[in-house]
């Protein structure tokens, strides 16, 4: 389990997360939803200790983060795969060594690594590109390998930072069906930062939504598409006349 | 004024101590030896045989300079075997080191920081840290490592092409024979100069290399503060380099 504890984090003058609380079940897939620049992606990060709170805490199967010592915040972070917004592949490095690089870490046998190095590309549908490089693929392929790297770790816990966004529909249509996917064969809990209410529909057991720092509400899709929270509906309707409203909440978050 | 000053010192007191604690950082992952020892024969190969191009093309027109300037000074007032003399000390003790650490400032300070630096903007650091590696292990040791222990053999193939240089100048260009030449490049020869000219190249291979991966890693985001950190890198590691210079030459000489 996951559970984030009225967590405070600024950079600068700006307070981004403003006592976020947020707690994410064994087995099932929590989507964070927000506006550009809200905090999501900030408060995934914390949960593989890429960030510390300034107050507060997040606490993964009852380990405070960022109270762990390095040794053990490694091993935490063994059992957590992180999928990046631009998958964040080693350019340097082909597909399969971008896969084989944390099982590596794991010091497991070569062979072992090569047939999970398979298994994770056939599971995002990229069998054989093994040799390629990143720079060979487009956008959707290098999200997938990311997808593959995380997958490959065997991890308890998949993050998802902005898996679908940049892409064209029907790419992030086959995104969202592998994450589904992933969680159905693998059973892996999940955390989905997005604001793609199409993703959040079809990827989420639950959606959270954050505003102004805060977890505005938390429920199901069926309870979030049902919502009667203005801020929440004009999200998910996505109607322009929310837009001048969304710009000054996060102004005052920045304040 | 005041200020201003006292906030000049505050930041430079804060950059020390970060760079402190940087160096700290990599002290501790030499225990790592699991991440950083199968990268850095690579490394080596990138930093250290790589380069070995560019400071022999620097060395050869240094010897053949240092040579007919020798003569154009010596002429008519100093014997021109001494020619072979200034040749080598300069060669060995200083020019060596200094020219070839300075050119490998820019080829290799500024590679590093920028490679990093776009390693950092495209979270490839973030995405290592998350696979349970390091960065610390897997990026910066086995580059600092690579630039110690490689440019003291940069420097040398450096000195011998200067010295080699400046022989050929002497009996091509020059009224002078080998044997004059070698009579004054032994003359005042000890095996100090080569060491000493050693160890300097070996710690600006250090500095040269932690420069560039503190410049890299504290990038934050953009392409602009990717070429912000290259060029940083080459200026601080010029003017640390100058400093080192004269350092060792109080320190050992």
Known sequence: MIIFRDVHKSFGSKRVLQGFSLEVRDGETMVILGYSGSGKSVAL?????????????????????????????????????????????????????????????QR????????????????VDLAGT????????SGGMRKRVGIARA????????????????????????????????????????V???????????????????????????????????TRDPAVRQFIEGRPEAAADAEASLGEVAS | MYELLAGRVAGWLAAFGRLGYFVASVGRALRDVGTWGSLTAGQMRRV?????????????????????????????????????????????????????????????????????????????????????????????????????????????LAMAMGVLSGWLTAVNLLDLSTAEF??????????KDVWFGLVKSASFGLTISLVGCVKGLSVDRGAEAVGRAATDA???????ILALDAFWAIVLL
């Open chain 1, 45 to 105: 990060k914390h949960i593989v200790g890429l960030l510390e709170p300034d107050q507060g805490e997040v606490e993964v199967d009852g380990q405070v983060v960022h109270r762990l010592e390095r040794r053990e915040l490694m091993a935490l972070r063994a059992n957590i795969g992180f999928v990046f917004q631009f998958a964040a592949l080693l350019d340097s490095m082909t597909v399969g060594d971008n896969i084989a690089l944390g099982l590596r870490r």
């Open chain 1, 108 to 123: 497991l046998p070569e062979d072992e690594i090569h047939e999970r190095v398979g298994e994770a590309l056939s599971l």
């Open chain 1, 130 to 137: 093994e040799d390629r490089y990143p720079a060979e693929l």
């Open chain 1, 151 to 190: 997958i490959a770790l065997r991890p308890r816990y998949l993050l998802y930072d902005e898996p679908t966004t940049g892409l064209d529909p029907v790419t992030a249509a086959v995104i969202d069906q592998l994450m589904v996917r992933a969680k159905r064969k693998l059973g892996i809990s999940g």
């Open chain 1, 192 to 226: 989905v930062v997005t604001h793609d209410m199409r993703s959040a529909y079809t990827v989420g057991d639950r959606i959270a939504m954050l505003y102004k720092g805060l977890v505005r509400q938390v429920g199901t899709v069926a309870e979030i598409q049902d």
């Open chain 2, 48 to 156: 250290g045989v790589a380069s070995v191009p560019i400071a022999l093309f620097i060395a050869a027109f240094t010897g053949i300079v240092l040579a007919l300037q020798a003569s154009y000074t010596f002429t008519g007032a100093v014997p021109l075997y001494f020619v072979g003399t200034l040749v080598g000390k300069t060669v060995m003790l200083e020019l060596g080191p200094v020219l070839t650490g300075l050119a490998l400032a820019g080829r290799v300070g500024a590679n590093v920081a920028a490679e990093l630096g776009t390693m950092r903007v495209t979270e490839q650091v973030d995405a290592l840290e998350t696979l349970a590696y390091d960065p610390i292990s897997y990026l910066v040791v086995p580059r600092v490592l690579a630039a110690t222990v490689m440019f003291p053999f940069v420097v040398i």
């Open chain 2, 182 to 191: 070698v009579r004054g490049l032994k003359l005042f020869y000890r095996f």
């Open chain 2, 234 to 240: 080459v200026v601080v590691s010029a003017m640390l």
